[in-house]
């Protein structure tokens, strides 16, 4: 079975400043899809990144990008330009592009903090 | 225009009693899921249904029932609700099970409090 690793429970980082959340992951699996997910106060989960095994290239959508090491199975999530929005708990999921039914497998969550 | 939506936001109930939780997506998405997550945060997948077909239950307790009338509905049943029970549920939904680069859309979730 997959499972995914967030080894940071809360982070901190000061407005304007860049920060990186950590996740690694185990799988047999040699395709398959990983995502970052933000958790706001609201609740809501909200689809921050999404990186497709197969490429090398890394990810990036505006301020947030991620270095993949597929080797080393480790996704991590860089938020540059910290802004008071971002603050919310950030999940790493991790989905198999084999197995039927397309289920997320989540981390456990850091908890972003930003100190204006 | 929400895209997924669930009714109700917020559930209080008694230990023993009956629910349901509707969840409904507008975004013609084959493939919809229930999540749970629990106090400490952490999201596990509980059903997912493709066009109205179950394809995962992943050990959930049998006194919680997904119905599934329409692909744009995925209603979740709980029976003899427990303390255990109380948690945010999720719905979501995706275009294709299986398929690549879909992305899993969620809705705001349910809170359920069971005193």
Redesign the interface.
Known sequence: AQTVTQSQPEMSVQEAETVTLSCTYDTSESDY?L?W?K?PP??????VI?Q?AYKQQNATENRFSVNFQKAAKSFSLKISDSQLGDAA?Y?CAYRS?V????????G??TILRVKS | DTAVSQTPKYLVTQMGNDKSIKCEQNLGHDTMYWYKQDSKKFLKIMFSYNNKELIINETVPNRFSPKSPDKAHLNLHINSLELGDSAVYFCASSQVAGGPGETQYFGPGTRLLVL
Request: without cysteine.
């Open positions: 899809y995502f997910y958790q609201s609740r809501q989960m909200i689809l999404r497709e708990m999940f592009a197995l039927y039914g397309n289920k997320l497998v989540f456990a969550g």
